[in-house]
């Protein structure tokens, strides 16, 4: 991947916001514009050097992709985060009043200078990051679907987080259930739905690559 010189065409950055009865539930927080500028990320990094190209302007950071929708970014309840990687983690800035769900593997992964050598600069995340882990039940696990672990995030059980280990191996997804509808947010697990077998979905999608 570092030494093919091809590159795809721009790609969305997804987070997606979900109103619940509960409150306000978003699923990852988009990159921030601060990604395009020098020295934002370590130039000693081969990966961030040669195969990362990010074009986020200020308002399409998801603090003000929210307010278009007129949501204030203080009224979310509950941030899960499928990954840490910073075009996901990009705008926890804009969250630090809301219970931040982060799953243990993926903190520990991402965490210290030992996370930047994995390709999270978390020299980035806010001084206040102190997410909750998401820490699945091993010894009495809750499956869900063709899953064998899950957790709830809201009493209903219509919104759970489930384990898709690949992209990073403690990466997780969102699934909502919403009447007769079940939508996956996958997060990074699959960028196409050639790459699975999910029936197509309609999602309000917050955050862009240029």
Request: aromatic share 10%.
């Amino acid at each position: 991947m570092l030494l093919d010189r091809a590159w795809t065409n721009p790609l969305p950055i997804y987070a997606w916001v979900i109103e619940h009865p509960q409150g306000l539930i978003l699923v990852d927080t988009g990159e921030t514009a601060q990604a395009a500028r020098p020295g934002y990320f370590p130039r000693w990094h081969p990966y961030f050097i040669l195969a990362v190209r990010t074009h986020v302007r200020p308002e399409e950071e998801i603090g003000p992709q929210l307010s278009t929708l007129g949501i204030s970014p203080a009224d979310v309840r509950t941030v899960v985060m499928t990954h840490l990687h910073t075009d996901h983690a990009g705008g926890l800035r804009y969250f630090p009043k809301s219970e931040i769900l982060v799953a243990r593997g993926e903190y520990k992964r991402a965490a210290g200078f030992k996370g930047t050598l994995n390709g999270y600069p978390s020299n980035r995340w806010p001084s206040w990051f102190t997410p909750t882990s998401i820490r699945f039940m091993n010894l009495r696990p809750e499956p869900f679907g063709p899953f064998g672990e899950s957790l709830k995030v809201t009493r209903a059980g219509d919104v759970t987080i489930i384990p898709t280990p690949g992209h990073t191996p403690a990466h997780v997804s969102a699934v909502v259930q919403d009447g007769s509808d079940t939508i996956f947010l996958a997060g990074d697990a699959s960028y196409t739905y050639r790459q699975h077998d999910l029936p197509a979905c309609s999602v309000n999608w917050l955050g862009r690559s240029g």
